[in-house]
């Protein structure tokens, strides 16, 4: 086991959302002791920080990740794909959005049946390339992130694109949310 700093400790419990006393209660020691092991005011004996390491590892296990709800298999079109395609598409996957990627895979925007019906409007949109009608504004995550990030960008997207070093690796959408809630 590598030996975590006061400071890690301190940064590792914060992001866990996790309070002094939350923690010492889940690793069986005293809440002073959480605060001045973090204060870098008590070097603690192993056995100690083994038992906080742990209680934060299992706080850590209970984190849901958009890795642990997104879509991995995702059905993109191009930016030069027709709308009739897009729309071809999503009536097949039972999808009401689709990432949008350029010629090397990078996702640059998205689009979505309301994307279209506000299109159609003005337009006859079936011939039109997916790059006039898409959304050049969409969220993105990387899969580290949680849950209850990618829902806040949910709040004001149609989904939430997931991406590990630039590529597309999944998407989260609100009916995913919904399943996870309801596990």
Do not use: C
Request: charged share 30%; hydrophobic share 40%.
């Amino acid at each position: 086991m590598e030996l975590p700093t006061d400071e890690e400790l301190r940064e590792r419990r914060e992001d866990l959302e996790l309070t002094q006393s939350e923690l010492a209660d889940a690793a069986d020691v005293s809440q002073p002791l959480v605060a001045r092991i973090e204060g870098g005011d008590v070097d603690p004996r192993l056995s100690t920080l083994r038992r906080i390491v742990e209680a934060l590892d299992a706080a850590e296990g209970e984190i849901r990740r958009a890795r642990d709800i997104m879509h991995e298999d995702v059905v993109v079109v191009r930016m030069d794909d027709s709308i009739a395609r897009a729309v071809d598409i999503m009536g097949e996957e039972g999808f009401s959005q689709l990432p949008v990627v350029d010629e090397t895979g990078t996702p640059v925007g998205i689009l979505s049946n309301s994307d279209i019906r506000a299109h159609r409007q003005d337009h006859d949109v079936e011939e039109l390339p997916v790059a006039e009608v898409m959304n050049e504004g969409f969220a993105t995550v990387a899969p580290e992130a949680t849950v209850d990030e990618v829902d806040n960008y949910l709040d004001h997207q149609d989904a939430v694109i997931v991406k590990d070093g630039g590529s597309l690796v999944g998407i989260v959408t609100d009916a995913d949310i919904a399943t996870h809630l309801s596990v």
